[in-house]
């Protein structure tokens, strides 16, 4: 998918135990984006970063933290896993902001039990 | 902050017929309104984008229509074809806002 990387692409995980979700990147794009699909509510923002070391939080962030250390790594953290963050996650990266396309991964289908 | 809203969530269309998937946003700042195809198992894509400096953009079978008065925008599907089946999904967003805001998606099934 045009030079972005998520991995794991499948996980199983139990309650209570964090996970990390990495999205790596070879476009050297400026912008990165962690999104969660669920039935009934499409996309929805968990956080995005603009710049490394830079982040901001998206509309359902509780739960999650990210950090990004290089430019082509964007990392998302589920600190204690619970049975609603069971989704699929996406990572996306833009060039020039939301106002502009994203090019998205493939997701990584996460599930806690 | 902004909010779109998709419809239907669900459509299903001869092969051959015409589908129409509807959007609307709140925020009148709204510029650029891209769509996205989804197939399963796969990323969404991008698929065509309009902004509101224009009111209709067409790329072969497909086309977007803006109406910036009623905030609204919608994808028109030609003549559809198996491989349209996907979920689609519409996004909005402002100059400056850093970050798209999706609709709900539209599953689309084209019987053959």
């Known amino acids: 998918d045009a030079g972005i990387t998520q991995s794991p692409r499948h996980k199983v995980t139990e309650t209570g135990t964090p996970v990390t979700l990495r999205c790596h990147q070879t476009?050297?794009?400026?912008?990165m984006y962690w999104y969660r699909q669920d039935p009934g509510h499409g996309l929805r923002l968990i956080h995005y970063?603009?710049?490394?070391?830079?982040?901001d939080k998206g509309e359902v962030s509780d739960g999650y933290s990210v950090s990004r250390s290089k430019t082509e790594d964007f990392l998302l953290t589920l600190e204690s896993a619970t049975s609603s963050q069971t989704s699929v996650y996406f990572c996306?990266?833009?060039?020039?902001?939301?106002?502009?396309?994203?090019?998205f991964g493939s997701g990584t289908r996460l599930t806690v039990v | 902050g902004e909010n779109v809203e998709q419809h239907p969530s669900t459509l299903s269309v001869q092969e051959g017929d015409s589908a129409v998937i509807k959007c609307t946003y709140s925020?009148?700042?709204?510029?650029?309104f891209p769509w996205y195809k989804q197939e399963l198992g796969k990323g969404p894509q991008l698929i065509i984008d309009?902004?509101?400096?224009?009111g209709e953009k067409k790329d072969q079978r497909i086309a977007v229509t803006l109406n910036k008065t009623a905030k609204h925008f919608s994808l028109h599907i030609t003549e559809t074809q198996p491989e349209d089946s996907a979920v689609y999904f519409c996004?909005?967003?402002?100059?400056?806002?850093?970050?798209?805001?999706f609709g709900q998606g539209t599953r689309l099934t084209i019987n053959p």
């Open positions: 996306a990266i833009s060039d020039r902001d939301g106002n502009y396309g994203y090019t």
């Open positions: 476009e050297n794009h400026r912008y």
């Open positions: 925020d009148s700042a709204s510029n650029y």
């Open positions: 970063s603009y710049g490394v070391k830079d982040t």
């Open positions: 309009i902004r509101s400096n224009v």
């Open positions: 996004a909005a967003s402002t100059m400056g806002a850093q970050k798209l805001v």
